[in-house]
C-alpha cells in the first residue's frame, strides 16, 4: 500500500530520472531517448517502491533482480542504480564512452548491479525465468522483474519463455511490458500483429493487468497486485509514451534511437527541469 | 578390454554421479533427454533436471539466467540444435559475460546418419570457436567423455562439448589424465603426424596401424581440447613432421583443420599441412560408416590420404 506522499515522492523521483536520462545523453550523439524516457516511471517504481534491494552490496544473494530485456532502455537502469548509489552519478556521463563501465547496453560483467547482459531483443525473459528457477533450486525466497519492450515481443523467444514461465509455476517472476506502441522505425503493428495483446498473454497462462505505465500509484499497485499471484507468472502491460516527458520525442519514432541538437537538448532539459520543479511544490 | 560404446553414454552416467557429488548442478534440455542420456539426471534429481521443451534458444537462455544465480547448469541438445539455433544467446548471454553454462551437443556429425543434413553438425565447431570465451571439447572416448564432464563442472567459464552416437573403442585407461587445453600423443612417430579429434581419433590410430605396415611411420595426437588449442604441442609435432595431418568429422572450414592451420600459419615453416574432414558441402542420409567412408573418414580413406599426400615429399 503507498500514501499520497510517498507516490508524490516516487513521482520526483521519475521526473528526476528523465533528467538524469537526457542529462547523460547529452547532444549531437545517437542514443536510445524514446525507449528508456517511456520505461523511466516503471524502472523508479520498481527499484524506489517495490523491490528489496541494498545498494551497498549489490551482489546481496537475496536480493530482488531486475532483468531489462529491453536492453536498449538501460539509461533508465543506470540512472536508478546510480541514484541510488551503487556506482557514482558522475559516472553517468561517461555512457558509451570508451572505457566506460556503462556500455550501450547492459553487460552483468561490466556494470555493478546490472543483473544480465541483453541487448539482443528477445533472451531476457528466458534468462529471468532461469533466474526464477534458481531460486527454486537454491530455496531462496527473491523476486524476478523483468522488463520488455513491446516491439521486442515481435521475436519468437519471448513467446517460447512465456510457455516455460506458465510451465514452471514461477510466481515469483513479474514481466513488464513497456507499450509505448513503437518500434525503432515504426510502429509495433507493423510487420507484426500484437494485439489484443492482454488476452494473449493470459491464453498462455499469466495474471494479467494493464495500467497506465505513467501513473505512479496504478504502476505501485499493479505491482502490489503481482505479489499475490502464488503459482503463476505476473504480466503487467504498462501502456506509455515513447519519449515521455520531452514535448517533441512524445509519441515519435524518431527518437527511438537518434542524436538531438544543442538547441533541441537545451529545450529538453528546461522542459525537464520544468517537471522537476512542478512536482517538487 | 571394453567394448567399444557411444561418448554419449559415458556422458549419461557421469552427470548422474556428478549430480550426487555437486548440488549446484542442474541439468536442461529440450525434448531429447533420452538420445543425450540426460535421462539419468532426470530420473534421480528431478527437481535439478528441466525439460523446456523444443525450444533451444529458450532453454540455453534459462541456464544463463541460472548461472548468474551461482548454479552450473548443463544444457542438453543434439550438436547442430544447441549451436545453430542458439547462437545468438550463447553469444550475448553467456560467451559475453563468462557465464558457467556447459552446452553439450550430442550426436554430432555424419555419424548422427539416417537423419541427413539437418541433423548432421558440421559446422557447429565453426560457430563455437569464433566466440571469446568459449572452450571446445571433442573427448575421444568413454573414459575421457566421463573426466571432461567432471572438468567442466570445475571450469569457470562456458564451454561447448561434442558426443556422439557412434560407438567407439575404447582409447584411454582409467588412470587418464584428462586436462582442458591439453593434447596428448597417443602414437609416436614424426613421418606423419595426424592429429585427431573425436570418433576420428580412433579411426587415426587404426589408419596409423595400416601406414606402419606400407612402412610410414605415424604419429597420432588427440586433440580433445580444440579452444584453446594446445598450441606448443601442435607447434613442436609439426616442426619434426614431414606432413602434418588433421582428421575431423566436421567441416574442414572453421573446425580442428582450420585451427591447426592458423596456428601453423603463424610459427615458422612447418611441416605441410593436411586437413580431412568433410570438405564444405552438406551431410546426406545413410548409415554412419558409410558416411564415413564416402567422405574419406573411415581408416581406409585416412590411410589413402596421408600416403597419396606424402609421396612427393619422401
Known sequence: ?281 | MRDSTETRFAYGEALLELGEQRPEVVVLDADLYKSTRTVLFRDAFPDRFFDVGISEADMVSTAAGMAACGLIPYCNSFAMFITGICYMPIRTQIAYPSLPVKLVGSSYGLTQGPDGASHQSLEDIALMRGLPNMTIISPADDIETRQATFALADWPGPAYMRLGRYPTPPIFDADHHFEIGKAKWLRKGSEAVIAATGHMVAKALAAAEDLAHDGVEAGVINVSTIKPLDEALIKDAAARAVLFVTVEEHSIIGGLGSAVAECLAETRPAAPLLRLGVRDCFGESGLADELLEKHGLQPKGIRASVLQRLAPLS
Open chain 1, 1 to 281: 500500500m503507498t500514501s499520497q506522499s510517498q507516490i508524490n515522492a516516487l513521482r520526483r523521483q521519475a521526473a528526476e530520472m528523465r533528467w538524469r536520462i537526457v542529462c547523460m545523453m547529452g547532444p549531437n550523439k545517437a542514443h536510445h531517448f524514446g525507449g528508456s524516457l517511456s520505461a523511466a516511471d516503471i524502472v523508479t517504481a520498481l527499484y524506489f517502491y517495490k523491490m528489496r534491494y541494498d545498494a551497498a552490496n549489490p551482489k546481496w544473494p537475496d536480493r530482488d533482480r531486475f532483468v531489462m530485456s529491453k536492453g536498449h532502455s538501460v539509461p533508465a537502469q543506470y540512472a536508478a542504480l546510480a541514484k541510488l548509489g551503487v556506482f557514482p552519478l558522475e559516472e553517468l556521463a561517461t555512457l558509451k564512452y570508451l572505457g566506460s563501465r556503462l556500455q550501450g547496453h547492459p553487460a552483468m560483467h561490466y556494470t555493478p548491479g546490472i543483473e544480465a547482459c541483453t541487448g539482443a531483443l528477445g533472451e531476457g525473459l528466458s534468462f529471468a525465468n532461469g533466474v526464477a528457477l534458481a531460486a527454486r533450486v537454491m530455496e531462496r525466497s527473491y523476486r524476478v522483474y523483468c522488463l520488455l519492450g513491446d516491439g521486442e515481443l515481435h521475436e519468437g523467444q519471448v513467446w517460447e519463455a512465456a510457455m516455460t514461465s506458465v510451465k514452471q509455476c514461477l510466481g515469483n517472476l513479474v514481466a513488464i511490458i513497456d507499450r509505448n506502441r513503437l518500434k525503432a522505425m515504426d510502429a509495433t503493428e507493423c510487420g507484426k500483429i500484437l494485439e489484443p495483446l492482454a488476452p494473449r498473454w493470459a491464453s498462455i497462462g499469466w495474471a494479467v493487468k494493464e495500467v497506465d505505465g505513467h501513473d505512479m500509484a496504478a504502476l505501485c499497485d499493479a505491482l502490489d497486485w503481482a505479489d499475490g499471484q502464488v503459482n503463476q507468472p505476473s504480466m503487467i502491460i504498462a501502456h506509455t509514451v515513447k519519449g515521455k516527458g520531452v514535448s517533441f520525442m512524445a509519441g515519435q519514432a524518431g527518437f527511438h534511437n537518434a542524436p538531438i541538437t544543442e538547441e533541441q537538448y537545451r529545450q529538453a532539459v528546461a522542459e525537464l527541469e520544468l517537471a522537476l520543479k512542478e512536482q517538487a511544490q
